[in-house]
């Protein structure tokens, strides 16, 4: 018997290794005994910045960046649920100064998204994604007082290679959704379906291409392979309530992936676990707040694809800014969503608020 449980610890030390060295690990924020002068433990209620890139093939590594997704993930105390909190990319909100080494910002206002853009200005690599992500945590808590005790990046382009290893995604299509970025033509040929313009109101108005079909994802449980799934996650533009359902449909689809990697399929089968581990490490950049991430896998073992909830803020839908149109505004049920998060009180805020759980 001793020999056995020996074994089964040694197997555990082996995978949780294998796991967490696969995972690309980097300096994102000031770390939690930093931020607030204590002794950083896996106890307590946990808050994760998650911030989803995209960034265009080929792009000059010294040019901002914007995030394309930004996802607060609180797990209560109790560790046993999760819940993935978006805030829209276009919240008009003050950036608070920063000075990264090579460029200072006096402070201001601007689009949420250009938080991260402007604390990695003049920076590249490592250090680009240190000072944006650390702007933007900064950003959230001037704001919100919101404070995070890890964060990660995803790529949302690497993520493909992630799907790509698990042969496809499977998950329900809430809406049906057009393409802007792939079409094909009456000979299957794929060619761009719309040609995109400013349309002088922050908007983009959308051209259709004769003779082009866009790919086009129908409502139900769909099967998506690798290039599909990539693409759905990407479209916002021909959406009724535009980020809100892209934000909606990213939070879906990082659920799914969630729920297909703990699946038995993958979990029982070495080799793949492992192309898995390593597909994901190279999609993912995360800083661990100085907490180890086998603590973190452990502590969060009782979480599962079914109580990783996906929450919606204004609602799911446009909520104009009153300083400028042209923007967003939290409403303020997202505002005391927020302030639950805050005092780590979101179960109970979430019971008495269910109609803003996505389905």
Same mark, same amino acid.
């Given at each position: 018997m001793?020999m056995?449980?020996?074994?089964?610890?040694?197997?555990?030390?082996?995978?949780?290794g294998y796991?967490?060295?696969s995972?690309?690990?980097?300096?994102?924020?000031?770390p939690?005994?930093?931020?607030?002068?204590?002794?950083v433990t896996?106890?307590?209620?946990?808050?994760i910045?998650?911030?989803?890139?995209?960034?265009?093939?080929?792009?000059?590594?010294?040019?901002?960046?914007?995030?394309?997704?930004?996802?607060?993930?609180?797990?209560?105390?109790?560790?046993?649920?999760?819940y993935?909190?978006?805030i829209?990319r276009?919240?008009?909100v003050?950036?608070?100064?920063?000075?990264?080494?090579?460029?200072?910002?006096?402070?201001?206002?601007?689009?949420?998204n250009?938080?991260?853009?402007?604390g990695?200005?003049g920076?590249?690599?490592?250090?680009?994604?240190?000072?944006?992500?650390?702007?933007?945590?900064?950003t959230?808590?001037?704001?919100?007082?919101?404070?995070f005790?890890?964060?990660?990046?995803?790529?949302?382009?690497?993520?493909?290679?992630?799907?790509?290893?698990?042969?496809?995604?499977?998950m329900?299509?809430?809406q049906e959704?057009?393409?802007?970025?792939i079409?094909?033509?009456?000979?299957g040929?794929?060619?761009?379906?719309? $040609?995109?313009?400013?349309? &002088?109101?922050? %908007?983009?108005? !959308?051209?259709? #291409?004769?003779?082009?079909t866009?790919q086009? *994802?129908?409502v139900?449980?769909q099967?998506?392979?690798p290039?599909?799934?990539?693409?759905?996650?990407?479209?916002?533009?021909t959406?009724?309530?535009?980020?809100?359902?892209?934000?909606?449909?990213q939070?879906?689809?990082i659920?799914?992936l969630?729920?297909?990697?703990?699946?038995?399929?993958?979990?029982?089968?070495p080799?793949k676990?492992?192309?898995?581990?390593?597909?994901?490490?190279?999609s993912?950049?995360?800083?661990?707040?100085g907490?180890g991430?086998d603590?973190? $896998?452990?502590?969060m073992? &009782?979480?599962? %694809?079914?109580? !990783?909830l996906? #929450?919606?803020?204004?609602?799911?839908?446009? *909520?104009?800014?009153?300083?400028?149109?042209g923007?967003?505004?939290l409403?303020?049920?997202?505002?005391d969503?927020?302030?639950?998060?805050?005092?780590?009180t979101?179960?109970?805020?979430?019971?008495?608020?269910?109609n803003?759980?996505?389905?």
């Amino acid at each position: 018997m001793m020999m056995v449980a020996g074994s089964a610890f040694v197997a555990k030390d082996l995978v949780l290794g294998y796991a967490t060295g696969s995972v690309k690990q980097e300096d994102l924020i000031v770390p939690a005994a930093e931020q607030q002068g204590r002794h950083v433990t896996i106890s307590g209620a946990k808050n994760i910045l998650l911030m989803g890139i995209d960034p265009r093939p080929g792009q000059d590594p010294s040019e901002a960046i914007r995030s394309d997704s930004i996802i607060i993930l609180h797990i209560p105390a109790s560790h046993d649920q999760a819940y993935l909190v978006s805030i829209p990319r276009d919240t008009w909100v003050k950036i608070p100064k920063f000075d990264n080494g090579r460029k200072s910002y006096p402070g201001g206002h601007d689009k949420i998204n250009g938080a991260f853009a402007v604390g990695g200005l003049g920076t590249t690599g490592k250090e680009q994604r240190k000072f944006g992500v650390t702007l933007l945590a900064d950003t959230i808590k001037e704001n919100w007082g919101v404070t995070f005790d890890a964060a990660a990046i995803i790529d949302f382009t690497g993520f493909q290679n992630v799907v790509n290893v698990l042969g496809g995604v499977d998950m329900y299509v809430d809406q049906e959704v057009k393409s802007v970025h792939i079409g094909h033509d009456a000979k299957g040929n794929t060619k761009v379906p719309y $040609i995109q313009r400013d349309n &002088g109101r922050g %908007g983009t108005e !959308l051209i259709p #291409i004769a003779g082009v079909t866009p790919q086009t *994802y129908r409502v139900g449980f769909q099967h998506l392979e690798p290039w599909q799934a990539l693409d759905y996650v990407r479209q916002r533009e021909t959406l009724p309530n535009s980020d809100y359902d892209r934000q909606r449909h990213q939070q879906q689809f990082i659920k799914a992936l969630f729920k297909q990697i703990l699946s038995k399929d993958v979990l029982t089968d070495p080799g793949k676990l492992k192309k898995v581990l390593d597909v994901i490490g190279q999609s993912m950049t995360i800083d661990s707040g100085g907490i180890g991430l086998d603590d973190w $896998i452990f502590a969060m073992k &009782g979480i599962s %694809g079914e109580n !990783l909830l996906t #929450i919606k803020t204004n609602n799911g839908t446009f *909520y104009s800014s009153s300083e400028n149109p042209g923007a967003e505004a939290l409403d303020p049920t997202t505002l005391d969503l927020l302030a639950a998060i805050k005092g780590n009180t979101v179960q109970s805020f979430m019971q008495e608020h269910t109609n803003l759980i996505s389905s």
